[in-house]
């Protein structure tokens, strides 16, 4: 069992950066993978990315390569998503979840947070 609690998110101008952290609890973190989604009012929750148990794999949706970037620090039982050159698209409400197999499949990840809210202003 994992609980999970996001942080991080704020309201930024649109080029600007923040990093999300996801805070598990407990010893058993590191048993799971880890991805971040976000969902904006009335949109299907979305994959953003994803990064395996030990951090040596990550995966993204194509709409934040090369400006997002997942990571993991099991000591601290703590998933990061660094976001940089943020885009009006991008508001949403950011969840982190432990779990998944197919990562970019929301119904495969096991435990969530409560999310944190992005919002880029243009």
């Known amino acids: 069992q994992v609980q999970l609690v996001e942080s991080g998110g704020g309201l930024v101008q649109a080029g600007g950066s923040l990093r999300l952290s996801c805070a598990g609890s407990g010893r058993t973190f590191s048993s799971y993978a880890m991805g971040w989604f976000r969902q904006a009012p009335g949109k299907e929750r979305e994959f953003v990315a994803a990064?395996?148990?030990?951090?040596?794999?990550?995966y993204y949706v194509d709409s934040v390569k090369g400006r997002c970037t997942i990571s993991r620090d099991n000591a601290k039982n703590t998933v990061y998503l660094q976001m940089n050159g943020l885009k009006p698209e991008d508001t949403a409400v950011y969840l982190c979840?432990?779990?998944?197999?197919?990562?970019?499949?929301?119904?495969?990840?096991?435990?969530w947070g409560q999310g944190t809210q992005v919002t880029v202003s243009s």
């Open positions: 979840a432990a779990g998944s197999r197919r990562y970019w499949r929301p119904d495969e990840y096991d435990y």
């Open positions: 990064i395996n148990r030990s951090g040596g794999a990550t």
